[in-house]
C-alpha cells in the first residue's frame, strides 16, 4: 500500500504560480511513475504530468512548457505551476502507480484561477 497527501493548493489570479506537492508513504519502493491529474466540474479526470522512477516525464499538450514535475527519491512529487490560466481550475490528485500496475490516490486538493 501507498498512502499519498497532497498539499499547496489555492485561489491564484490568472498569470500567477503555484506549487502542489505530494509526499508517499508505505511501499514507496514498489512505485514505478508518480503523477499529477486534475478533473474539473463536469469534465472527466485527465493526467496532467507524469514522472516514472527513470526520471522520464510527459504533460498534458495544454501544460506544456508552464507546468513541470519533479520527483526526490520516489517519496515527493512536486508539479510547479506557471502562467496559470481560468481553465487550470479542478481539483487536482496525485497518483502513484507500482511496478504491478496498482494505482494510489491523494485525496485532492483544489486549485482555482480567478480574478
Known amino acids: 500500500q501507498v498512502q499519498l497527501v497532497e498539499s499547496g493548493g489555492g485561489l491564484v489570479q490568472p498569470g500567477g504560480s503555484l506549487r502542489l506537492s505530494c509526499a508517499a508513504s508505505?511501499?514507496?519502493?514498489?512505485?514505478?511513475?508518480l503523477a499529477w491529474y486534475r478533473q474539473a466540474p463536469g469534465k472527466e479526470r485527465e493526467l496532467v504530468a507524469g514522472?516514472?522512477?527513470?526520471?522520464?516525464t510527459n504533460y498534458l499538450s495544454s501544460v506544456k512548457g508552464r507546468f513541470t514535475i519533479s520527483s526526490n527519491a520516489k517519496n515527493t512529487v512536486i508539479l510547479q505551476m506557471n502562467s496559470l490560466k481560468p481553465e487550470d481550475t479542478a481539483v487536482y490528485y496525485c497518483?502513484?502507480?507500482?511496478?504491478?500496475?496498482?494505482?494510489?490516490w491523494g485525496q485532492g486538493t483544489q486549485v482555482t484561477v480567478s480574478s
Open positions: 514522472i516514472t522512477s527513470g526520471g522520464s
Open positions: 497518483a502513484a502507480v507500482s511496478y504491478t500496475g496498482s494505482a494510489y
Open positions: 508505505g511501499s514507496i519502493f514498489s512505485v514505478n511513475v
